[in-house]
């Protein structure tokens, strides 16, 4: 099947079957290999993307799901944003297998509460695994944004 879908600010048309998961799909045919895959079972949002504005992971997803929708990767988030500053200011980063996902959960959260507390930033990473254990670091980037201790 053909299907079409908004990928950061692009239209674009993919070929594949029904079934395939949208995850093969942006990092095979589409080559935006910033989105990871950690456990394949929608546990531990390394794949996650935003759909619609909403965080969703891409292992579950079938591409048969997606015509017209308006997905985000970690590649559509500006580079100079002042989340991703906080990120390498705060080391917030270790493996990086996590990072791309943190990053857009954390993109979706800040568009939905600009200061979030530090309990809010928890409850709105939890569905992403560090296995590095980083957390604390990677809440501190958040909070130095909603703070506006950021810099960039
Ligand atoms: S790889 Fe999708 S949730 Fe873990
Ligand atoms: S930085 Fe290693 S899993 Fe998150």
Known sequence: MTVTMQINGRKVQVQATPDSRLLDVLRGELGL?????????????????LINGQVANSCLLP?????????????GLPADSPLAASFHACFAA??????????????????????????????????????CTGYGRIYEAVLQVATGAAHG
């Open 63 to 75: 591409l048969g799901q997606m015509e017209n929708a308006d997905i985000v990767t970690i590649e």
């Open 33 to 49: 290999k910033g989105t990871k895959e950690g456990c394949g079972e929608g546990e531990c949002g390394a794949c996650a993307v």
């Open 94 to 131: 270790q493996c990086g297998i996590c990072t791309p996902g943190m990053m857009i959960a954390a993109t979706a959260l800040l568009n939905e509460h600009p200061q979030p507390t530090l309990e809010e930033i928890r409850w709105g990473l939890s569905g992403n695994l560090c296995r």
